[in-house]
């Protein structure tokens, strides 16, 4: 085994960053076999570097790929184009990527040009629809051609990739290492913001909201937002906690509908130390986050997903999370089942975490040694 194996790290958005940190320190770890080096593309600003601050990463170059108003092709150009320069500097022996953003496929095509080893983190997840997420679903798809080394969080994951004909030897069933993330956080003492202590303080339900997708801008949007007003209507000690996105499509709807409501906690984003603490603080979550559906299981807490359809499944089928869209009546009707029959909540509540147990990072740096033994 060549020493030391030189792995970059890249990555631009904060769930990439939160699920990459576990990595980082992994493979800094002894015996030390690998010179471990990270970049950021900066395709999330502010809520990306809250959590290098949080994990103590300091990466080694920025790129710093975003622009006002750029388009998806714009920010994929830009990505490929920085990617290459970088790796013509750097040469790496093993590029890791994570999910499906564009910084992930556009990333791997980069260091695919340059006859690069790719490793994907959270490999295997699909819906079957490429315009559900959009761009994600083709994101995912595209670097699995592209990926020598294929992290599958589960064995569904893995199944989907041998069905699409991948090399078997190069799928490695890990676990998710946003559950390594999660337990590094709870480990450490936190109290919440006094706005989000008080929100969440007393008795009643209290709900945590967050919806950003793409697919979800504008008419999404307005219709949960009208379904956490029925709630609060139907429960009058119920309140819900809101980090409201930064992206504009997403924040003045969700200001025209919610605020002002004496029991709606308008919020700015929230770091992801307060924003576990917030989710173990809740009794339920509405959210489209792909994130929130690893996290909540293991936190105990229901969650019904926002969205049509998601590269989750082994949520729903374990029970610890509901698809209902963003049907006002859907997401009324199952959010109030879950606030007034104590029974269908220990069901969710009490289902196993289908996303593994905290060992993601380790089994990842155990088959990048043996790919390179």
């Known amino acids: 085994m060549p020493l030391p194996i030189k792995v970059l790290l890249l990555f631009g958005t904060r769930p990439e960053a939160i699920k990459m940190a576990p990595l980082v320190r992994a493979l800094e770890k002894p015996p030390r076999r690998f010179r471990v080096e990270t970049v950021v593309t900066g395709q999330h600003r502010e809520m ?22 750029q388009d998806l092709a714009a920010l994929t150009a830009r990505v490929v184009e920085g990617v290459d320069a970088l790796l013509a500097r750097r040469r790496p022996d093993l590029v890791l990527v994570q999910g499906d953003t564009t910084t992930t496929f556009a990333a791997a095509l980069a260091a695919f ?140 709807v969700v200001r025209e509908r919610l605020d002002g409501h004496p029991r709606a906690h308008l919020v700015p984003p929230l770091d992801y130390l307060d924003f576990v603490h917030a989710m173990r603080a809740s009794d339920l979550i509405l959210s489209d986050s792909g994130g929130v559906q690893e996290e909540a299981p293991a936190l105990g807490r229901p969650v019904l997903v926002l969205r049509e359809t998601t590269e989750r499944p082994e949520a729903v089928a374990a029970g610890t999370a509901r698809l209902v869209g963003c049907d006002p009546e859907r997401i009324v009707a199952e959010a109030h089942r879950l606030l007034t029959d104590p029974a269908a909540y220990r069901a969710m509540a009490r289902a196993a975490n289908p996303f593994g147990d905290g060992r993601a990072a380790s089994r990842i740096r155990t088959h990048i040694e043996r790919f390179f033994a």
């Open 113 to 252: 040009y340059r006859h690069i080893p790719v490793g994907h983190v959270e490999a295997g997840l699909r819906t079957g629809d490429l315009a559900h997420p959009f761009p994600e679903e083709a994101n995912r798809l595209m670097t699995t051609r592209l990926a020598a080394l294929h992290f599958a969080p589960t064995e569904w994951a893995r199944d989907n990739l041998l069905g699409e004909g991948v090399d078997p030897s190069t799928v490695h069933v890990t676990g998710n290492t946003v559950v390594d993330a999660l337990h590094a956080i709870l480990e450490r003492p936190h109290r919440l913001p006094a706005p989000l202590e008080a929100a969440f303080a007393g008795r009643g339900p209290r709900l945590l909201l967050t919806c950003h997708r793409r697919e979800n801008h504008g008419p999404g949007v307005a219709a949960v937002c009208q379904a956490v007003e029925t709630l609060l209507a139907r429960h009058p000690r119920a309140r819900v906690v809101v980090p409201v996105h930064l992206n504009p499509a997403v924040a003045k």
């Open 48 to 69: 990306l570097d809250q959590v290098l601050e949080l994990f103590a990463i300091h990466p080694e170059e920025d790129l710093a790929v975003m622009r006002p108003g």
